[in-house]
């Protein structure tokens, strides 16, 4: 409301810093960006323009340290940039730059798609989200961006490069021709020249047009930038063409000089033979021999290196994915006829086989296998696996008892797991227990597993055998003995119980308590069944599968606060569930409000009890619901007029039900209007069902641990009016919001004076650390200030922001305290200065000071102007004088203005009325000159006054103190001619007072000098 000023210089300094920006003057720009955002610290999230300018300053910054290669720095502040602007798409776009130079590609895609998102027609985003892609791997992903990016005509020389690129890894090779041919650096002699030089040259050898990739190896070569590949593709080139000698020439002078280069061998070969063939048909026998000779030098062309290639199918099946496997399949296919007595090839085959879905030849390779060697168990052990999707379980369970055994060797152990869970999943535990058997004393499936199989086996027995450490063998025993020993025995066992063990032997404990409790409850032992569900809750063994009942059965047994407890964690889990909603509610009211409550508890419950009242008033869905029931029942349809009447009937009950709580019914005032502030604005949406939305006050997003979220959704889901109100709410300033709404303005004050959260208000507090009239918030570190506060969990620096807002709130409340003290007939002069003082003071904190003087001079002047129609002038003039002693500026220039409009006016008045108070006349008219030299009207009339103050001091023989009058009127009329030249009322006036002057000069002259000789 007060922050145009501090917005506009912030604004101007902003362009400014963007403009030293472009010029590269980077230290003057910093200084700006920094400026502006010093300015706009305390404007962000009060004003819908601030929060962009924020971030333009941040933006601007980031780009700077971007520039100067401080990339932490740059990525902070555009990070800052981002929670300002969410949707501003620049700040991502150079967040994903940062990222990118700090090789962080993943997070650089992110950003550049999240810039997409905020502006799907940015070119330069999508061709650095290309690059990213790139890096990261994802050919298809970069070649998408680069395509889009072209049909918007930003692909520059690197980015077609790469384009390029993609398409010669794609196999594309006509269409990774065309970008290639369009680049500059083609004909260059650089690294750039020899990378796209290369790629046109290899694009023309994979089409088969090796003549013309020849010679573009060989001008590379000529240039002296013929590398390692280049030298390798001109040998196929030239191999291709026929001429052997100059492959012979590139892949000898490569294989000297780079490491591997043994691999060259078998070309080199073939080479060499090749050459001999064509000399042969020359006749050149002499050349022949040499070029044999050479060629038995090098291994023979064709060699197969069979681990090389099983390494390669390791590598490709390592990516987890269907193009992995295919790559794989055709590594090891290619082996698999090579490898002789090796039968890696088939097991890597049949594995593949069953990720692919296709067990049938799985079993068949591993059959062949089998046929070979019929005592490889871990081949064995795959085929029994491989029979369990083709649905033989019976096959599979003989392989795996067979190769169990005793358990020793990972074979034996794999088996005896796998045998164990088949049998479990067919619920045979007894058996599962004996397959568990075979494992090894520590083993862990041994240790945790057969317990429970012991226990759903019916073996108690074994179960009184000795424990293995880490077995939860003692919680299952403890189980087996259910019935035969006191509940609480077998409690007391989880209950000292590692909490982190045993999750399933607790799931059974709980389900057993459940089917208990129920059983007491059906035979009516409330006590007893509440007893056993209250035991369920205390170990934590989570709730059932219905809160309702659970609750019921606890709050008849005499454990409301615990039935209580129940549906709360229940509505935690489905905040926008008015069944769940309802019932909590309910239960709360009976236990805080009914016979025999216990008042301390009932003081404890009666906020969650007003925060789910107020929900279920404004739950829209709920009311339709019960209408629609009523409707149903009763055949006729519930008016609308009275569904509002119920709901004010039940604000009704439940305020005097819970009356005898201090502040019950500041709470449900503030919990209601700000239910209905959140309906305004649509409700809160939660959970992942679309159109699900939660419509409480502030107590029930603390309940329901919400507060984070509703912070996100006011900063990032809320228009900038609706998002002020409510954070009005939604905080500590509800209570004042409340108050100004009732019109006590006094308390609104009073309510802003502390803001602070329960437990930092039980901290000593040394007000001296805070200025005058600052509000006391909670200390920084404070972990309950996002509950008590909201709508402010995710505002940047929310502290700050909470304390901006309270004095803005105080400065306006202050006001309407000052406008009720003037409506008084006889206004209190004191009361309004103070209120205005107070107003002026915390304005000043949130630079607001100008436009709050405006308001107080606003204020003043029109209770002035009806007193003075009301002939009050000298109550006009009083408030006047009162509200310039606290405004400055154009509002303390125009309070100047009326005030010696006034005081001319009760001067003139004065001087009409009767002559004895000329002396007051003239008084008012000079003070009205010294306030405003401009009124002409003050000016004019004054040295009336002075004129016959002048007489009357002839009169009464003061010639001299008459002489001072004139001479003070001839002076107050030169300088309005000053300041009007020429002005015709006042050159009269002047005229006449010069004569008075002269005259009364003269006769003064006449008595001293005395009477003439004769």
């Known amino acids: 409301m007060w922050s145009r000023i501090a917005l506009r210089r912030a604004r101007r300094a902003v362009v400014e810093a963007q403009s030293l920006f472009a010029d590269a003057r980077w230290d003057a720009a910093g200084t700006l960006f920094e400026d502006a955002r010093k300015r706009l610290d305390r404007r962000v999230g009060t004003h819908p323009e601030a929060a962009e300018l924020a971030a333009r300053a941040d933006l601007g910054l980031g780009r700077i340290h971007l520039t100067q290669g401080r990339f932490p720095q740059a990525l902070a502040a555009f990070r800052m940039a981002q929670s300002l602007w969410p949707q501003g798409w620049e700040a991502w776009y150079w967040a994903g730059c940062a990222f990118g130079h700090q090789q962080a590609y993943a997070e650089a895609e992110a950003s550049f798609t999240a810039a997409l998102q905020r502006q799907p027609g940015s070119g330069p985003a999508r061709i650095q989200r290309a690059y990213a892609r790139f890096r990261r791997g994802d050919d298809a992903g970069a070649l998408v961006d680069l395509l889009a990016a072209e049909r918007q005509g930003y692909l520059g020389e690197e980015a077609r490069a790469l384009l390029a690129a993609l398409r010669l890894r794609r196999g594309e090779w006509s269409a990774a021709e065309t970008p290639l041919r369009g680049l500059k650096g083609v004909a260059g002699t650089d690294r750039y020249a020899v990378l796209t030089g290369s790629m046109l040259a290899y694009v023309l050898e994979r089409q088969g047009r090796y003549a013309e990739a020849m010679a573009r190896y060989e001008a590379l070569i000529r240039q002296g930038l013929g590398q390692d590949p280049i030298l390798y593709h001109h040998g196929l080139c030239a191999y291709r063409l026929g001429r052997y000698a100059d492959a012979i020439r590139s892949w000898t002078d490569l294989h000297g000089r780079v490491p591997g280069g043994d691999r060259l061998e078998p070309l080199i070969g073939s080479a060499y033979r090749a050459r001999a063939l064509q000399l042969a048909n020359r006749g050149d026998f002499a050349a022949v021999s040499e070029c044999l000779d050479a060629a038995e030098v090098f291994a023979p062309a064709g060699a197969v290196l069979p681990e090389l290639y099983l390494h390669a199918a390791a590598r490709a099946l390592t990516r987890g994915d269907r193009s992995g496997r295919d790559e794989a399949r055709r590594y090891l296919t290619t082996v698999q006829s090579a490898a002789g007595d090796d039968r890696r090839p088939a097991r890597y085959l049949a594995l593949l086989d069953a990720l692919d879905g296709a067990p049938e030849r799985a079993v068949a390779r591993l059959r062949r296998i089998l046929s070979d060697e019929p005592e490889d168990r871990a081949v064995r052990l795959a085929y029994a696996l491989s029979w369990l999707p083709l649905g033989d379980a019976d096959r599979a369970e003989r392989v795996l008892a067979d190769l169990a055994g005793d358990g020793s060797g990972p074979v034996p152990i794999r088996a005896a797991r796998s045998l164990a869970a088949l049998r479990i999943r067919q619920g045979r535990w007894d058996a599962a227990a004996w397959a568990l058997d075979a494992l090894p004393g520590d083993d862990p499936w041994r240790v945790r597993i057969r317990p429970e199989c012991w226990y759903r086996a019916g073996r108690f027995t074994d179960l009184a055998g000795p424990t293995s450490a880490g077995s939860d063998q003692s919680l299952w025993a403890a189980l087996a003995r259910w019935g035969s020993e006191p509940v609480r025995s077998t409690v007391a066992t989880f209950g000292s ?22 059983t007491e409850a059906d035979e009516g032992r409330w006590d007893a069944a509440a007893t056993l569900l209250y035991e369920r809750q205390r170990l934590g063994l989570g709730p059932s599968a219905s809160p309702y009942l659970d609750a019921v059965i606890l709050g008849f047994g005499g454990h409301r606060t615990e039935g209580v407890q129940v549906l709360a964690d229940a509505s935690r889990a489905a905040p926008a569930e008015h069944r769940l909603t309802h019932a909590l509610a309910l239960m709360l009211l009976h236990t805080v409000s009914g016979p025999g409550s216990d008042p301390p508890r009932a003081a404890a419950l009666h906020r969650q009890c007003i925060a789910a009242w107020a929900a279920i008033l404004h739950d829209q869905e709920f009311w339709q619901g019960w209408a629609a029931r009523r409707a149903h029942r009763y055949g006729t349809p519930v008016p609308e007029a009275y569904l509002s009447s119920l709901r004010g009937r039940v604000r009704t009950h439940l305020q005097h039900a819970l009356g005898p709580v201090d502040g019950t019914e500041i709470l449900l005032h503030r ?13 809160f949406p939660v959970g992942q069902a679309p159109g699900r939305v939660l419509v409480c006050g502030p107590l ?32 500590q300033l509800g209570f004042a919001e409340v108050h100004r709404s009732a019109g006590r303005a006094r308390e609104a004050v009073d309510a802003l004076a502390d803001l602070r959260c329960d437990g930092c208000r039980a901290r000593p507090v040394d007000r001296r650390a805070t200025g005058p009239g600052q509000p006391m918030l909670c200390v920084r570190d404070c972990a309950h200030f996002d509950e008590y506060n909201a709508a402010y969990a995710q505002t940047p620096d929310k502290h700050l922001a909470l304390l901006e807002d309270a004095l803005d709130l105080s400065v306006a409340a202050l006001l309407e305290l000052a406008r009720t003290a003037l409506t008084a007939e006889t206004p209190d002069l004191t009361g309004v200065g103070s209120h205005w003082r107070q107003a002026v003071e915390r304005a000043r904190l949130i630079d607001a000071a100008p436009d709050v003087q405006d308001a107080v001079a606003d204020m003043a002047l029109g209770r002035a102007a009806a007193l003075e129609r009301a002939d009050r002038l000298d109550d006009a003039i009083a408030l006047i004088d009162e509200a310039r002693r606290h405004c400055g500026g154009v509002a303390g220039e125009r309070l100047n203005g009326q005030l010696a409009t006034l005081l001319a006016s009760r001067g003139i008045r004065a001087g009409n009325a009767e002559p004895a108070r000329m002396a007051d006349a003239a008084a008012d008219l000079r003070r009205a000159i010294e306030v405003n030299p401009h009124l002409r009207r003050a000016r004019v009339n004054l040295p009336v006054a002075l004129r016959e103050l002048a007489l009357d001091r002839v009169g009464r023989g003061d010639p001299v103190a008459a002489l001072d009058l004139l001479r003070e009127s001839v002076r107050v009329l030169e300088a309005g001619l000053a300041d009007e030249p020429g002005q015709p009322e006042l050159l009269t006036a002047l005229g006449i007072a010069r004569a008075d002057l002269q005259d009364l000069t003269a006769e003064l002259l006449r008595l001293i000098s005395g009477p003439r000789r004769r």
């Open 700 to 731: 029930r997003i603390a309940d329901l641990g919400l507060a984070r979220e509703f912070g996100s959704f006011v900063a990032e889901k809320v228009d900038w009016a609706d998002a002020a109100q409510l954070r009005g709410y939604f905080s």
């Open 497 to 518: 119980a590692d909490p982190g063990t045993g999750d399933r032997a607790r799931r059974e404990l709980a389900l057993a308590l459940t089917r208990a409790a129920l």
């Open 671 to 683: 919990e209601v209007d700000a239910a209905q502030a959140l309906a305004g604005c649509g409700g």
